[in-house]
């Protein structure tokens, strides 16, 4: 059987490069050669033994590449066409998908775990930090890349373009909301290019790295608080005049940045919960108003799908969203150890690394 290189998780801190077998094409799949792939803040997790996966399992789940081989059942699509694939593979006939939560779309357990079923490359199956990456239930997932974008023009659609524009959705930004975001890291800034996007217009991004706030200012933020400087509610507060913000976006998974967010909102706010906690959450009496504040807690989990996917790159064609300046380091996959080890220590201002086979 003919092998690929891909990137393995051998147990908690090692990741390694190793060979595999390409995958078999069943009749609903498709093979994708992977052109461009990246790195997640929850591969890292994976990476410290934060999130469970079983040893041995390809980690990523970011794809961009193009069509190898088809299954047999796959309709629309061509060999050698350029295509995504969101991190949430839908299946479209799960009971979370006809309830209309396609991101659940799985199984609905895992280590004791409910939901997060539809995130299955790199968490259940095997994902894209390797030469091919097998696509299940292809006509659901893929989604053609516009002639005229690069691999990195589309590189954060599957996954960090809509998880964090996703956060400005579930939180129900209006026109002429107040929103403060905190943690300005990849999914962050998109999370504030989202809130911009859908009509805020104050956004008030929360960070403390100048490369960051320089960033944030970039993807749509008004102003940015360093919370190393002054206190993040104290200041929020100040300049929103003592209202509050209509929608608190939490991009980081700390409990820290979760009872800033909660104490920020106004009455009836709503808190936009992105980050990826490694510890269980506590809910202050105070920011919470003894639960009297009608105030809302969202989660959300990455929205995925071909038709998904294919509104983000059209975001990204319109012009009024460019993510390609989060890409700060480039590697080739045989360098992905050097690349999780620069990524996993946040050394040299990096944001996103893109990964080429």
Request: net charge negative; hydrophobic share 40%; with cysteine.
């Amino acid at each position: 059987m003919p092998k690929m290189k891909a990137a393995i998780f051998v147990a908690p801190g090692r990741i390694v490069l190793d060979e595999k077998q390409i995958p078999d094409v069943g009749p609903l799949d498709a093979l994708m050669r992977i052109t461009t792939t990246t790195i997640c803040g929850t591969d890292v997790h994976i990476l410290r033994g934060e999130y469970p996966v079983a040893r041995g399992l390809t980690i990523g789940h970011e794809p961009v590449g193009v069509i190898e081989k088809l299954g047999s059942a796959v309709r629309g699509y061509s060999e050698g066409q350029r295509v995504i694939a969101g991190a949430i593979c839908t299946s479209g006939h799960s009971n979370a998908a006809l309830c209309g939560c396609h991101a659940q779309d799985g199984p609905g357990t895992k280590h004791g775990w409910k939901g997060m079923g539809g995130w299955k490359f790199g968490n259940t199956i095997d994902g894209s930090q390797a030469e091919y990456v097998l696509v299940p239930d292809a006509m659901a997932n893929l989604a053609p890349v516009p002639d005229g974008l690069a691999d990195e023009q589309v590189l954060m659609c599957p996954d960090i373009m809509s998880t964090g524009f996703t956060g400005a959705e579930s939180g129900a930004v209006r026109v002429g909301d107040a929103v403060a975001v905190f943690a300005q890291g990849p999914i962050g800034l998109c999370a504030t290019a989202g809130a911009r996007l859908i009509g805020a217009t104050t956004i008030i991004a929360v960070e403390s790295v100048p490369a960051r706030m320089e960033m944030a200012r970039r993807m749509g933020a008004d102003d940015v608080v360093d919370f190393t400087v002054s206190d993040p509610t104290a200041e929020i507060m100040r300049l929103t005049d003592g209202r509050g913000v209509d929608v608190a976006i939490e991009a980081l998974g700390r409990q820290e940045t979760f009872e800033a967010a909660l104490r920020v909102l106004r009455p009836g706010g709503t808190l936009s919960s992105l980050g990826v906690y490694s510890g269980d959450l506590r809910i202050p009496l105070d920011g919470f108003l003894a639960g009297l504040g009608d105030h809302t807690i969202r989660t959300t989990l990455c929205p995925g799908g071909k038709e998904r996917m294919r509104r983000l790159m059209e975001v990204i064609a319109s012009g009024r969203v460019d993510t390609r300046p989060l890409v700060t380091h480039r590697f080739k996959l045989d360098q992905i150890e050097e690349a999780y080890d620069l990524f996993a220590n946040q050394r040299d201002g990096v944001l996103k690394v893109a990964i080429n086979p």
